[in-house]
Structure formats: C-alpha cells, structure tokens
C-alpha cells in the first residue's frame, strides 16, 4: 500500500489540476483542447504476474492556435500527455501538431509536425499510412503519433494532389511488461531495428490525388519509406522478447466512396510490396442509415464491412478473411448521445471480437464516454491471441476547454 | 409531370383569356418576387448563437460560424463551422445544395482529421439537437415545393401574404408549411409547419430584419417553437458581411480542415 502512495497522490493532483481547468490568458491565439480523466476495467486477471484489473489514467491535450496575414498563415501547437498507473509506456508524451500553414489561392504549403487522415472504411484503416498508431492509447488503431513533415497541397480542376516529404520516421507504441493487452513474449521497442541503414532517419515520401466525382468520392496513393507496421523477430540475445522490425516498403492504395441517399458504398485497397513480404489487402462494405426511426430523432446507422489480407504470416494481421457487423445508433438530442457497436467475425474460424463506443455530452464542457473491447480467440496463430484474456470496459470523463 | 405543369402553366400565361390569375400562380409569383430580391449578394459571411431550451426552460448554447456562397442556377454552397459546445469545436460541415437532386456534404472530424462525405437523406432529423431540422436551414430554391396562395392577412403590423407551400423533394419531415410574406418588402415574417400526420408542429418567428448592400434583409433572430413537444430553439445572428470575394475555393472540401 505504501508503495501506491506517491502514485495516488499524483493522481490526485492531476486529477485536480484536470477538473479545475486551465485558463492561460490566449492573447495573441487561442487556447483549447481537453483534458480527461480515465479508467478501465479489465473483466479478467491478466495471464502475467504484474498487470492488474484496474487502470486509471489521465489525459491532457491542449491545443494552441494562431492565425496572420489574413488568416492565409497559422500555427498550431498540440501537445499530448498521457499519464497510466501502471503501464510506464501508456505514459507518455508526443507532440500530435506543431506545424506552420501558408494557404494561398490553389496550394497550400504545411511545415512541422502534422496529422494527416486518409480512407473510408470503418473496421480498420488500410490506405491510412502518414502517421504511426500510437497503440498504447487504443488498439483500434485510430490514435496517431505527430509525424513531420513538408506538405505541399494543389487544388486544381482536376483534382487535389497531395505531396509529402516525411523526415523522421516514428516507432509504434507498444505497453511494457506492467501494462495489459501486449504480447507474450513482450516487445521490446528500444531495440528496434530497421532495413534501412539510416533508421529513423530515412526520408519516406507519399504523394496522394483525390478527387469527387458527382456521388463518388476518389483518392489514389502512393508510399515509399519505412512502414509504419513493424514485422517481428525473436531476440536473440536475451532469449526473452520480441524486436520490431521496420522494412522499407512501397505501398500503393485506393479509396472509394459512392454516396446514395442513405447507402455509403465503401472500398480501401493496398497493394505492399518489399523484400521481406508482398501482399494485398482490401476492406469494402456500406453504411444505411434509418433515419428518424419510428417517428422519433434517432437514427439507424448498419454497417458492414468485409476484410481481406492475402498476408501468409499469421501474426500480423488479424484481419485475413473476416466480416465486420456494426450498428451505430445517433439520438440527435442535446447531448449528441451516440453508440457504436460492432464485431469483427472471422470467417474460418469462430474467432471474433466485440467493440462497443457510446458518448454524451454533459453540459457545454463536459463528455463522457463508455468504451468496451471484448474477444473470443481460440486459434493461437494471431495477433488477438495476445489478448485473449484483455477484455475491458472503459469510461472516461472529458472536460473540453 | 413537372414539365408538363410547366407548359401548362405557361400556355395559360399567353392564352389571350382575360382571366384571374390561379392560387397557384399567385404563389408561385409572390415567391419569385421574394426570390428575385434576394438575387446578387455573392457571398456572405456570418456568426449564429443557437440556444436550445427544454420545457423545464433549461438552455444550451452552440456557437457556430456561416459562409454562403451564391450560385446561379443551381443551390448555394454553405460552409459550417462549430466553436461551441467544445467537444465539437472545430467540426465543419460542406454543403452544396441543390434544388430537387440530393444535397452534397461532406464533414470534418477534428479528432481523426477525418474529412467524411455523408449522406443528404437526412432531412427531417434535428441539426444539432435544436428544433431546427436540416431541411429548414438548408438553401431556399423555389423547385423545392409547390405553392398556393392562400390569403391577405395581418401578422404583427405587417400587411402579409399567406402562402401554402408543399416540399416536392424527398425525405421531408413535412406535409406543408403556411409561410407570412410582408407585402412592403417580400421578407418571410411566420412559417407553420405541418408534419406527416398533417397536425401542426412547429412555428418559426423572424425577427430583428436589418437591411445590408441597400437590399438584401436578413433576420438576426429566428424562434422555432415545437407545439409538440415543447421546446424551442433560437437562432442570434450577428457579423453578417456580404461580398466577401469568396469564390469556389473557399468551398472545397479541403477548406473543411484549416476552419477554425
């Protein structure tokens, strides 16, 4: 008990700290952002000695902007931290924005540390390449590390082209051994290796043109660098952990989007090629929504998703011939009260898992949010193996500044 | 049929038949003149608190930024940005509309940095919680209903036309709306609106009208009571600007991620 002492206390200052509010005098920008407070419930014991069932954490992201010339020039500075009770690697720091805007009439030019977003899909994000996943924040793959980059954008008739240089090349986050959902054995990310002989240094560059079409909405890509999802090798020296490995890669990918009264249609392809390994993966599906259901304000969102990966190493995608089934319900009240529910079947065995994501707003500042990730995974030759036993529910309180 | 009704009523336009003209007509023509005044401001560019009260009379406020963008023949383009409340701060909404064909949208999440293209189909449901619903804020194009004069009428010391109008697009909420034209300046002081079952559901008050560029009125407060339920919402406008030299490429979807 002694030992959790200094760790509670922290956690109460931050809490305090947290709930109190922030109020720096923005004079020349404007200050905004979020700061959370978190906890997960892991339903059951973790199958490793040191993880327990309970987790607070805290989140503060605060965001600065600030806009010249016009508003033809800006800066934004979004600075991320995470603090976790037990995980010393969900603890952390990045810096999700800090990047100069210059917009001028058909181009546009971004220099630093940005977040870009690309695709369609729901269940997973295939063509979506810039930025790392930060997975200790969420294994569903849609928090992002900072990346850095020169992007320079051109808006012509014939579509939005996109060219990026990407200097620094940022490791996956991984939990560490006091944390939950990891791998055994664990990763040991500090060991990280790469196929390029710079590293982290390489310089990868991306190029995208999208355009709309009437009811459909077209991106084309093109990525060549480091790849954001490490392979994995034995270490060989302490016998006990495994190594990423990033190999260099050239990813070529395709969203689609056609848009109909209330149907979505959706289709993401990547085509990967290296030295190590050469495949395509594929995510197509729809979106209806029933809206206003039964003479209420509720809205009816079905969602399916097929998912296809033509990779022969098991382990690192869990997605190889799967169907994802989901249902997103919208009250359009005050509070903007939403849940998502969703599984993730695959198809060739009777694995699956269970995502459940539902929020409302409390007030003009407040959210809270209710998480909940739940697998059902016998077959040992995939990644949610790992975290056969990780189930979790999570509800977490934001206050928006 | 549309056609047809407009052949139809263009025959009799040149039939060389002294006669009354019809309900219809009287309408449609009340409405083209309201239309026609409101031709040439360009572009516009305006803030709106919106607040929201339940019956019990607790409000919530949104805080949200408009541009609009003129286009001949065909909708206009409207650009949305949301400052409050502030888990939404930064969402933006893209819409070109169109008069019978479904609207194009697309919004921003600020979260993800996700631009996402969304359906038109929602008409009737509510835009943000409000009493406001998608389709009564959404351009005004006069294909989108069919009108019928009803009566001259008082409304509040305005002498006023009264005006039935029925929606000819898809997915409305409603089966007619009764709408008060001021006859002085052609500006909509009253609009009833009848849902589904034909039973009276909301009223929408204009108010504070101001007059910018020597014509083009604009009201600074919009009161929508729900008889049905009880609520209302109300729209403050302010910091309207006109002819801001906004064109199409103040309205693309990429504008949708450096609004702020």
Redesign the interface.
Known sequence: MSELKPKLQIYVLLVSAILVGIHIPATAG?L?G?SAVEYRYFLHESPYPEPSQHDPSAVLAPEY?H?WDE?NQ?LIIAPFFRWDSQDSERTHFDVRELSW?K?S??W?LKLGVS???W??TESQHLVDIINQTDQVENIDG?EKLGQSMINL?F?KDWG?LDLFVLPYFRERTFPSTDGRLRSNPPIDADKADYESGAGQHHIDAAIRWSQ?FGNW?IGLSHFYGTSREPLFSPDRMSQKGLIPFYELINQTGMDV?M??????WKLEVIRRESDFETFTASTGGFEY?F??VLET?I?IGVIAEYLFDDRNVNLTSPFENDLMMGTRLTW?????TELLLGVVQDLDSSDASWNLEASR?I???W?LSLEGRFFKVGKPETPLYFVRDDDYIQLEL?R?? | MRNWIITFVLLLGILPVVQAETVQEKGLAIITESDNRDKGWQDSSADMVMTLRNRKGKESIREIRVKNLEVDGDGDKGLTVFDQPRDVKGTAFLTYSHALEPDEQWIFLPALKRIKRISSSNKSGPFMGSEFAYEDISSFEIPKYSYLYLREEMLDGHDTFVLEIRPQYKHSGYTKSHLWIDKKEYRIQKIDFYDRKDALLKTQQFSDYKKYLDQYWRAHTMTMNNHQNGKSTTLKWSNYTFQNGLTDKDFEKNDLKRQR
């Open positions: 404007e905004s979020y902007y806009a508003d800006s805007l917009v009439d058909d546009e977040k870009v977003y695709g369609v849609e954008s808006f939005t709309t909405d989007q848009t109909t009264e209330s149907w979505l929504t809206y206003g304000n809205d359009n009240d005050e509070q903007s707003r007030g003009n500042r959210k934001a928006y500044f």
